[in-house]
């Protein structure tokens, strides 16, 4: 039996609302100093049932969101209140994005100019916004701290994607929001980036549907907030980048690669793929998925490297269960008659042995190519 298209909408719409209400994820050395941390965490618990059933949040967590990238060791740490909602996913009496945004801002504002330095101010998802403001707020106040005594650490930054959708300025009604220019800070930033999140490394060609639904799994489920809980210090070199801006101010970039697709660690968790299967169909898919970024536009460019042997995401990230709701979408098990498997070359692990091991990764491969946009 085949796979169910309905099945695969059925899961990107729960995989958006899981990413959209994405907050701490699963749990080095600092990059920065800061003898205070005011952290600035993401989007509230939803209180509907199957929002919340896909949604993790252990709030003990907070204080851990970017707690590699400075030294946090001595450091004083703060959580940040404000409403963190997103009406209507976290109940239809919260406040809408902006107002919540609007809130964080001006409380982290508070909690800035009440406190001595050095600060690290730190934040994930909904709370990256905040510290956007802030650092818009701060860039043309005469009275701000000197640049010296704050560096700003942004993990899983939706700007990223809003600003790659919709032009500065543009009003959202149903969010309450509008998008903010971009602004020249004085001050230091650490940029937290994880591969295909739909949020802070959004495709350049949205077109590409399989892109797209990789994104959202990895927005969703399997990337997005456990970029807060990564170790710069096993990020490879060539990812790791930094530019100076006008001000004398630097933004290092951490790129977070993923050693395999998102999508496919769904297939591996819900569609009945094997380790071996999942590996070949990621080695397939992931070159599609691939072509829906321009960083791999350039064929003479080095491949990258492989994932280190300690990744920079938390190694329980590898292990997570998939939530209940997603395990109640009952995809089926993948079994058709045989097909012909595409090369995948020898290295790319275990080899399709059978006839229906076979027919499973190419029948996967061929239903996830329908959703590539078609040659003309």
Do not use: C
Not at 50 to 67: S, T
Not at 88 to 114: F, H, K, Q, Y
Not at 275 to 296: F, H, I, S
């Amino acid at each position: 039996m085949g796979t169910n298209i309905g099945a695969v909408n059925k899961l990107l719409a729960g995989a958006v609302a899981v990413g959209m209400l994405s907050t701490a994820g699963i749990w080095g050395t600092g990059v920065a100093s800061g003898d205070t941390a005011l952290i600035v965490p993401g989007t509230a618990p939803s209180p509907y049932k199957p929002l919340r059933e896909m949604y993790r949040f252990n709030p003990a967590e907070q204080p851990e969101i970017g707690a590699n990238y400075y030294d946090s060791a001595g450091a004083t740490r703060k959580v940040i209140p404000y409403p963190g909602s997103l009406w209507p996913l976290t109940g239809m009496d919260s406040p809408t994005l902006g107002e919540s945004v609007d809130i964080g801002t001006n409380n982290l504002d508070s909690a800035i100019r009440a406190t001595d330095g050095p600060i690290a101010v730190t934040g994930l998802s909904q709370g990256v916004l905040a510290l956007n403001a802030e650092q818009a707020r701060l860039a043309t106040d005469p009275n701000a701290p000197p640049p010296d005594q704050l560096v700003f650490i942004k993990a899983g930054d939706p700007g990223r994607l809003v600003a790659r959708a919709l032009k500065p300025g543009t009003y959202v009604p149903i969010a309450n929001y509008t998008v903010p220019a971009p602004v020249e800070s004085q001050y230091d930033t650490k940029e937290i980036v994880a591969e295909y999140d739909i949020f802070s490394d959004p495709p350049d060609r949205p077109g590409n549907l399989l892109a797209d639904l990789n994104g959202v799994m990895a927005g969703g489920y399997y990337g997005h907030s456990a970029t807060a809980f990564s170790d710069p210090a096993h990020v490879a070199p060539q990812d790791v980048t930094v530019t100076t801006n006008s001000k004398g101010a630097t933004t290092t970039t951490y790129f977070i690669r993923s050693n395999q697709l998102p999508l496919t660690r769904l297939l591996e968790d819900q569609a009945g793929l094997s380790p071996g299967m999942a590996q070949q169909v990621d080695a397939v898919l992931r070159p599609m998925v691939d072509r829906a970024y321009t960083r791999n536009d350039n064929p003479a460019a080095p491949a990258p490297a492989p994932a280190p042997q300690n990744p920079a995401m938390p190694v329980n990230l590898q292990n997570l269960n998939v939530p209940t709701t997603l395990q109640n979408l009952n995809l089926p098990t993948l079994n058709v008659p045989a097909l012909n498997v595409p090369a995948v070359g020898p290295a790319v692990g275990p080899a399709v042995t059978s006839p229906v091991q076979a027919a499973n990764v190419a029948n996967t491969v061929r239903i996830l190519q329908n959703l590539l946009p078609k040659k003309k």
